[in-house]
Each structure stands twice: as C-alpha cells, then as structure tokens.
C-alpha cells in the first residue's frame, strides 16, 4: 500500500521552481539573474566546480541595494518553504513507521520493553503512577518569524499534506497546485521582519495557540496509544493515570522583563481560561450530536437523578434541554453540561466550582454510557474529552512565576527599611533567622499594598504577590502555583519568596503553602554550593513546614544556558551530571521527595537536542518519574506545529520516562566505574580552563562585537525582553540566546563545542587511554550524548565562513582569537570523530542529506551579511537587509539561540 504520493525531493524542486517563478514575476530582471547568479556560485563551490567564493562575493558586493535586498528575500523564503518540505519529509517517515509496525520510541515499544523484561502489570502500573512529564513553555525571544509568516506558511503546509495524502483527480491537482502558487506569491509580497518588538501579551498569544490547537487535540491521542499497547501486552493491563502536564511562563516571567507586569499575568490567565473553556463547549456540542438515544429504547439508569441535581444547580436549563430533546436523556444531560461550563466564567450562578466537578460529571455520563452497552460511544467521544479535562483544567496550562533573586531582595531592603530593620546590613545568617521569625509569627511585617516609597521594581515585585492571592482564588490555586528564583546563590533568595507570600496571604503556615519554590541553580558556586544552600532550607523550621504543605517534594531548577557561557560546554555538561547526583543524595539525606525542572534552551550549548535522548541520559537515582523542561522559541514551533509531530515528540519523552522510571525502579545501582570519572573531571577542568582563558584574554569581548552580528541581533524584535540585563557590554550580562544566536550566525557555535578538544587531548597527554574513552561513549549515556550533540555543533559550524567574519575585527583581534577557535575547532573534531569511531561528524543519513541541501544557500546569506556588517555607514534598506539576512540564516540553520 502507497501512502505517499511525491517525494523530498519533489517537495524541494517544486517549491523551489515555483518561488523562482514567482520572483521572476514580481522582482526586476536585474534581481532575478542576481539571485540565479549566487545560488549557481555557491552551488558550484560547494560541489567542486569553482576554486573559491570570490564570484558570489564579488556579485554581492556589485549588487544595487535593492536587489541584495531581494537575494536575501530570496533565500529567507526558500528556506522557509523547505523546512515545510522537510517537515513532510518526517511525516512520511512516521506514518510509513506506523504501518509498518517499525517506528522506535514509540509507547508501544516502552510497553514491549517493559514487557520483554518481565515487568509484571503491578510494576508496570507503580511505574505510571510515578511518570509525569511537564513541558513548560517559555516566552524567551527565539522565534524569528512573524506571526503573519508563520500563517501562510502552515497554509503551505496543509496544501502540501493534501497533494502527498490524498488521492486526487487532475482537475483537483490543478486547484491545489494554483493555490500553492497563490501562497508562494503572497508569502515574496509579505513583511518578512518585525516592525515593532513584541509585547509579552504577544507571546502569550503565540504560547496559546499550540496549546489550544495542536496539543489540546493530541493529548487523548497519546493516552490512547499507550491504553492500546498495554492491552496489547498485558492480560490485565493497568489503568493509565495523568501522565502529561503542560505549563508556561509566558505572560508570567519577569526575569530580566519589566514589561510582564501583573496586568499582563492576569491578562494571560483569563485568555487562557476562555480558550480552554471554549474547547470544551466545542466538544460538548460534538457530543450532543451523537448522544442521541431514546429512552425508549435504552436503559438511563443514573441520569435521571443527576439532571435533578442539575436542576437545582441551573434552574430552568434542565426543563429547557427537556423541551427541546424529549426523550434523549443523554443529549439532555450533555447540554446542561454545555451550558454549565458556558457559566463558569460568567456572573450568572450555576458554573462549575471547578475542574473537578466538571471532570466528575463526565466520569458519570461514561459509566452511564458503559451501562447502556455504549462503550463505542464513550471510548471514542466522552474518554478523549475526560482526558483534556485531566490534562487542562480550567486553566489550559498553570503558569510558574519568575523573577531575579535581587528583585525580591531589593524590594525587601526598602520596604524593611520603612520599618527601621535594617536587612541590607544583615549577614546571610542573620537574614535567614529574621526571615524564619518573621514566617512563623502570626503578625504580618509588612503590608504589600502599600508601595509609597518603593522604586518602580520593588513596587512590581508587591503588587505581583499581593495579585497571586486573588489570582489562586479567581482562576484556581492550579492555575498558578509556582516561583522559581533565578540566580539562587543562598538559602534567603528562597526564604525571601517565602516570606513574600506568607505576608500576601499565599501561604499559612503550617496548614498552607500556595506555592512551589524552586531555586534555580545555574552558576558554579550554586551548583557546588547546593548542599549548602538546600540542606539550610531542609533544617529551617518554616521551610520545612511549607515542604510538607507541598506533599515533601522539593523542586530543583537548573539553568543550563548561564552554566554553558560562564563554564562552557563540557564542563557544564558534566557540572549538571554531578549536580543532579548531588541533589537527589542531598533530598535522600533529608527524606524529601525530588522533581527537576530542566531549563533547557533550542540549542545544543543551552541544553538543546533530542529530548528523548536527553532524559535516557539522566542519571538513575535522579529518576523519580516526574520531570519538567522549558520548550521556547522555534523549539515550540517545530515540536508542536504539526499535529502528528506533537504528537511523536511526547511519545518519545514518555517512552523515555517510563524506561528511565522502570530502570531506576528495577535496577537502582548506577555507580559509574570510578576511571570514567575520574576522566571526565580530567577533561572537564582543561576545557573549564582553556574556555575562561579565551573569554578573559584581554579584547575578546571586542572580537565577539566586531566577528558576530551581535549588536544586529540586539536591535531585532525577536521577544519582549532585552537582549542583556543591566545594557552593559560584557559576556556575564550578555544574556545566553543572543550569546549562541550570534555565533550561530557567523557559522562559528563555540558554545557548542570550545574546550572540548582541549579537554581530551589533556586526559590523554596525562596518560590518558582512547579506549577508555571509546568505552565510555558505548557504556554511558551522558558522555555519549555530550559526544553527539557536540559532533551536531561542529557539523554545523564552518570554518571558513566563520574566517570571513573573523576578517570584520580589527587585525590585532583577529589574530589573537581566530586561530585558537580554529584548532581548536580541529582539536574537537579529531577527538570526536576518533572516540565515536565515525568517518562523519554527522552519524544520520537524513541530517547529512538535509545540510548538504541547505549549506549552498545558507552561504550567500552569510556572505551577504559580512558585506554589510563591513559597511561603516549603511542606509535604511541596508540595515533592513542586514536584519533580513539573520532572519534567513536561522531560517538555514534552523536554530537562532
């Protein structure tokens, strides 16, 4: 059986042939040949048929300004128009898997894995109680498309599923491919950059829409495989509990963003709330219109007494749904379920108190449709519904709150001041006895609405908590209930939070605590320091207390992006192994339960990189089944654009969970060989050492302004936040995206890789066995993934594209720091390819095939850029091109930061 009609490599052609045609139409012949002239130049480089670039660089350099604006539109369009191509590409792959029984980390294959090793249906079912996987969405600037491209191009999308999917007459061929013209038209014509940034609100907005329209509807779809392949596997299969949960920063983050104020937070959830409760109407009413059994005929045992509860609860509607569905009980019931939840955003009485009441009722119609014999009619329409309810709520995804350690600090500096207690003078000892004190006393300290006197920061910081109170009552303590600290360095960054909702009322100690405090860890000193700080907190009277109040399960965020700038990436890599260790020996010391909350970015050097493979590498005793991760930017919209893609990226977490939880469960001991480690801290400190020892030689921040599009980069309207934290020009307040987003740009991604070679070639030259190495990369996860996402980062970096930005610094600079990135680029690569035993830094035919299609695009763009990037004074079409160009080069690289 064919499930396909075209191919890849048809996708390409046509959709570039028909972006050619376009252009040829409404761009001027001049630009036409110009952008025919830079594709052949770069095509025939990179195939060998040319000895150098010096024609493409030579035609960029004589181009009009209009028509290098036009080269770079070009460029920008075709690879927005191929990563479609690609995408379908993966989507046949997973169909064809599907038919063909063959697809891997799938749920059906965890299933069969637990199953081939024996697991009993009461392991398999400890297992699933224990798995939660939490993807939580961020609103990090990342996403370089606008909202209008982004909106033509899923229309692309859906034009080219129909071609591939279905069977179609000539005639209907025709239509589609006119269409597909007609959009490819439109999409040359369209603004390709932001005219203004935008505003947190936006990003909400953007956030919602997967929420609301992708993963909403795939949820149950995932639920329904794993059912499936635990009945096919087990004679008594085990119920499936909630197993997903989906959460978000967006409209809630004030890291580093003055513009998410509680007016946008509040703003976030009451959109959300509508959103969720619109779809749940949009199901109900699916499913009146096919509960349309007469009494007459079937048993309603149960019904008749819940619509006279309902009848109490929204007088007049029950003898309304009668009037108008005489004899239809189950229709009758559904619609006064319809109209309950069209109440409980509503002034009018009658809604439901919440989720759960909601999610009760639903659990009566289906036992009542089991009753009746209609279990077809319950499993396929009211059981999907169940779970969204499960997954959603009322609240479509809880928000976590966030903000700098030093804003609540500072707040707390000027408030207390008020007070004449002086907490700047106060020691970390001293504050820590003050906080506790203060916590536990029944008199609060201080009142948070009152801000007279308090700076604008310190004023936001009260009003958010003072709101949180009202928010949990409004919209349900689930829909908010979480604060995570950033740049967590001692045990008052979190007693501070603490004490901020105790005095707002969030906390009452020790019956309530509204919230979940996680410290974020990302610096060296809190890593290390995490004993230090966390078992501070597990002895303090009132942080106990509110653990308790949260079931004992303390939740640990680390930072990935910070840790990578400030230790670059193997020492961060390996940093994070051994935190992870350390923490969850730390929670056991203590008899206190442990969740992670990864903050992983897009890119590799963030933490980036198949999530599936990521979570199979953690170590087992950190493993307790729940685990939650941050997905932002294009990382969202790849993951969850596509219906069925969203739908293969959770199985693959959960098929990675239910293992990592069946194996931590089922064989514990995961002490590794004590000469692996003692390589690795070997490594680690060599590639700490030569990574700090180019970021501190003296002009490298120089060199990175002048050989990346940094200050391009900090001037585009990518997200709401500023691109650094304070203004200033330095790599610690340089915040990580634009960080990685700007060497991703000059082809040249140390984040991803510098040290690496420095730190083999050390263990080696200390005696130091390749072997072992090559051990450790068949035997270990960690070290394996850190190998493979590096040899990606190196992949994709070009030396000699990266040596033409190199040439934009001064002649001092460039000489200074290029030939080190440049052996050790070298050094790294050798190493890597020696230990994994490839002859490819890319290990996966699909990957190579798609940067053997992308790189003689990509080059133009590049080169392009560098051109105008040399321009000491350019005009303002020259400065729209340049931002056009970054927008192409992510577009090609299919990563910004």
Request: charged fraction near 30%; include cysteine.
């Amino acid at each position: 059986m064919e499930l396909h009609g075209r191919s890849v490599r048809q996708d390409v052609r046509e959709l570039g042939e028909t972006l050619g045609d376009v252009i040829a139409g409404h761009a001027s012949d001049i630009s036409f040949e110009a952008v025919e002239t830079a594709r052949t130049a770069a095509i025939d480089y990179r195939s060998g048929d040319a000895p150098d670039r010096r024609p493409l660089e030579r035609s960029l350099r004589q181009n009009p300004e209009d028509v290098n604006t036009d080269i770079a539109r070009a460029f920008t369009n075709y690879f927005e128009l191929i990563n479609l191509a690609e995408e379908r590409e993966r989507i046949r792959a997973l169909r064809r898997g599907e038919h063909e029984g063959s697809l891997g980390d799938s749920l059906r294959a965890a299933v069969e894995t637990l199953a081939n090793e024996g697991a009993p249906p009461e392991t398999v079912a400890r297992v699933l109680e224990d798995v939660r996987v939490k993807p939580t969405f961020t609103a990090h600037p990342t996403e370089a498309r606008r909202k209008t491209v982004k909106a033509s191009l899923q229309r692309v999308s859906d034009l080219i599923k129909e071609l591939d999917e279905r069977r179609l007459t000539d005639q209907e061929r025709k239509v589609k491919l006119e269409r597909l013209d007609a959009l490819v038209e439109s999409l040359w014509t369209t603004r390709q950059v932001r005219e203004r940034r935008p505003e947190p609100f936006d990003e909400s907005r953007n956030v919602h829409w997967y929420l609301a329209n992708v993963i909403f509807d795939v949820v149950p779809q995932v639920y329904e495989e794993l059912e499936d392949a635990l009945e096919a596997e087990y004679d008594d299969p085990p119920e499936v509990p909630q197993i997903l949960d989906f959460r978000s920063w967006a409209g809630s983050d004030r890291d580093g963003n003055p513009y998410v104020t509680p007016e946008v937070t509040e703003k976030t959830l009451g959109r959300q709330r509508r959103l969720v409760l619109e779809r749940y109407q949009e199901a109900l009413a699916d499913i009146a219109g096919v509960l349309s059994q007469d009494a007459t005929r079937v048993d309603v045992n149960g019904l008749p007494e819940s619509l006279q509860t309902d009848a109490h609860a929204v007088p007049g509607v029950v003898e309304r749904a009668n009037e108008r569905y005489p004899d239809e009980p189950f229709r009758q019931k559904v619609a006064v379920m319809l109209e309950r939840v069209s109440r409980v955003d509503d002034v009018r009485p009658g809604g439901y108190e919440d989720s759960a009441a909601f999610h009760g009722e639903l659990e009566r119609l289906t036992e009542a449709l089991r009753n009746t014999s209609l279990d077809d009619v319950a499993t396929e329409y009211v059981d999907p519904l169940i779970r969204q309810v499960e997954t959603f709520g009322f609240h479509l995804a809880a928000l976590d709150l966030r903000d700098h350690q030093q804003m609540h600090t500072g707040a707390l500096e000027q408030a207390l001041s008020q007070k004449n207690i002086d907490y700047t003078g106060m020691n970390e000892g001293e504050r820590v006895e003050f906080l506790t004190e203060a916590i536990l006393q029944d008199q609060p300290v201080l009142d948070l609405t009152d801000t007279e006197g308090l700076d604008d920061d310190a004023s936001r910081v009260f009003r958010r908590f003072d709101a949180l109170e009202n928010w949990q009552r409004e919209y349900g303590p689930e829909a908010i209930d979480m604060y995570a600290i950033s740049m967590t360095e001692e045990p008052s960054h979190v007693l501070e939070v603490l004490f901020l909702a105790d005095q707002a009322g969030v906390t009452c100690l020790p019956d309530h605590a509204g919230i979940d405090i996680v410290p974020l860890l990302e610096t060296e000193s809190a890593l290390s320091g995490a004993r230090r700080i966390m078992g501070t907190l597990f002895e303090n009277d009132a942080y106990t207390q509110s653990l308790q109040a949260r079931d004992g399960v303390q939740e640990v965020m680390l930072g990935y992006s910070d840790s990578n700038k400030e230790n670059g990436f193997l020492a961060a890599n390996w940093e994070f192994d051994r935190a992870q260790r350390r923490l969850a020996q730390i929670t056991d010391d203590y008899g206190v339960g442990l969740r992670f909350f990864h903050g992983r970015g897009g890119s590799i050097s963030r933490g980036g990189g198949p999530m599936n493979e990521a979570l199979l590498a953690l170590p087992k005793e950190t493993v307790s089944g729940e685990v939650k991760f941050t997905q932002q930017g294009e990382a969202i919209a790849e993951t969850y654009g596509n219906p069925r893609i969203a739908e293969r990226e959770l199985e693959q977490m959960l098929n990675a969970q239910v293992r990592s939880r069946h194996a931590a469960v089922t064989q514990p001991d995961d002490r590794l060989p004590g000469h692996w480690e003692d390589a690795m801290d070997i490594m680690a400190e060599a590639a700490r050492d030569a990574y700090r020892d180019l970021l501190e030689t003296e002009g490298f921040v120089s060199y990175f302004e002048q050989a990346t599009p940094i200050t391009v980069i900090e001037q585009l309207n990518l997200g709401s936040r500023p691109a650094s934290r304070s203004g200033e020009r330095s790599v610690e307040d340089l915040r990580a995206i634009p960080w990685v987003f700007s060497w991703t740009q000059s082809r040249c991604i140390i984040p991803g890789w510098y040290g690496l070679g420095t730190g083999i070639q050390t263990y080696l030259d200390k005696g130091g066995d390749l072997q072992v190495l090559r051990e450790m990369y068949e035997g270990w996860p960690v070290f394996q993934t850190t190998l493979d996402n590096a040899a990606l980062s190196l992949a994709r970096t070009e030396m000699e594209i990266a040596s033409e930005y190199a040439n934009l610094a001064e002649d001092d600079l460039r000489e200074e720091f290029f030939p080190r990135i440049q052996a050790e680029y070298e050094n790294a690569s050798g190493h890597v390819l020696a230990t994994t035993q490839r002859d490819d830094l890319v290990d996966r035919p699909w990957l190579r095939e798609s940067l053997n299609r992308r790189n003689p695009y990509v080059d133009p763009l590049n080169y392009l850029q560098i051109d105008l990037l040399n321009q000491s004074h350019r005009t303002n079409q020259a400065e729209r091109t340049l931002r056009l160009t970054v927008k192409g080069i992510a577009a090609g690289m299919k990563n910004t930061g």
